[in-house]
């Protein structure tokens, strides 16, 4: 879901100086912070601002706090791509095909998801979390290779063959099999090294 997705998703076009807006973390975690959800949708981001500054002793501009939320509503489970990140399915592969998706650039996939790595408030959030599930602890801005991953793959069940897969010793054996069609068909070949 990081390196495949439909044109809408496009992490090259996140602007990461958003990132090192000054008092960025502060901002994002009043953002995100549940209590606050109304004024971040209800009010005007001068007035937002002006919150943020008085709750914290600080001076936030309209400006610093327009281009955190604009980010925020990026990785919101809304935004282009927040909503591959927690939603997006991934028929990996190059062309017209109907459904198909295509490869993103992976450097600007890793800048992303190590600067959202990098932030203490996004860390600590749903997309954070799935960063966070999906890249090992060693991946980050100085560090942008990941020597673990997870991906699910689903498949229907029960196999032609078998009845049910609820029983344990039937559950091992189609799970068995399809391990087998995984190595035979050598679908770890299909991934790019990036």
Not at 33 to 61: G, P, Q
Request: hydrophobic share 35%.
């Amino acid at each position: 879901v990081f390196f495949y997705g439909p044109s809408a998703y496009d992490p090259a076009s996140v602007d990461l100086a958003s990132f090192d807006v000054p008092k960025f973390e502060t901002i994002m975690e009043w953002q995100l912070k549940s209590s606050n959800a109304l004024a971040v949708t209800d009010n005007d981001a001068a007035d937002n601002a002006a919150t943020i500054s008085d709750e914290n002793n600080i001076t936030v501009t309209e400006a610093h706090y327009t281009a955190v939320n604009d980010l925020r509503l990026q990785l919101s489970t809304d935004g282009p791509i927040g909503k591959q990140w927690n939603f997006g399915r991934t028929r990996c592969g190059e062309g017209a095909t109907e459904g198909q998706e295509t490869a993103k650039d992976a450097a600007a996939v890793k800048k992303l998801v190590a600067k959202v790595r990098g932030s203490k408030a996004l860390s600590d959030s749903q997309t954070g979390g799935l960063v966070n599930f999906y890249f090992d602890s060693a991946f980050g801005e100085d560090n942008p290779r990941s020597r673990y991953t997870r991906s699910f793959y689903q498949f229907g069940a029960p196999l032609a063959g078998f009845d049910n897969y609820i029983e344990s010793d039937l559950k091992d054996d189609q799970d068995k099999l399809v391990t087998d069609w995984w190595k035979e068909e050598d679908m770890r070949g299909l991934y790019s090294k990036n």
